[in-house]
């Protein structure tokens, strides 16, 4: 069975970092478009990061642009997301996703999610 899990979530203050990790068990990532959500209370999920399907270009939502950085290491299964100059507006659970499918920023297109992890940013 195919499983995603992230780690690396907690609370931080404003202004410093943290790296999440995705890590998969049952598939291969060298063929799924792997991205980053996150969900904050009372809001919808919503995108933060991804790979091209091709994994050689990334794509950021506005709001993180220039603070996050999505990678990967394929030989490892797993997929981080850097964030540096934490807000308090970065609050969230954060997700990882894949998909064999679309090369796609919509939630929606993502059928494979990992449990997510809480990052709580402190003001």
């Known amino acids: 069975q195919v499983q995603l899990a992230e780690s690396g979530g907690g609370l931080v203050q404003a202004g410093g970092s943290l790296r999440l990790s995705c890590t998969a068990s049952?598939?291969?990532?060298?063929?799924?478009?792997l991205g980053w959500f996150r969900q904050a209370p009372r809001k919808e999920r919503e995108f933060v990061a991804r790979?091209?399907?091709?994994?050689?270009?990334?794509y950021y939502a506005d709001s993180v642009k220039g603070r996050f950085t999505i990678s990967r290491d394929n030989a490892k299964n797993t997929v981080y997301l850097q964030m540096n100059s934490l807000k308090p507006e970065d609050t969230a659970v954060y997700y990882c996703?894949?998909?064999?499918?679309?090369?796609?920023?919509?939630?929606?297109?993502?059928?494979?999610w990992g449990q997510g992890t809480q990052v709580t940013v402190s003001s």
């Open positions: 996703a894949a998909n064999l499918v679309y090369a796609s920023s919509r939630p929606d297109d993502y059928d494979l």
């Open positions: 049952g598939r291969t990532f060298s063929n799924s478009v």
């Open positions: 790979f091209s399907r091709s994994g050689g270009t990334t």
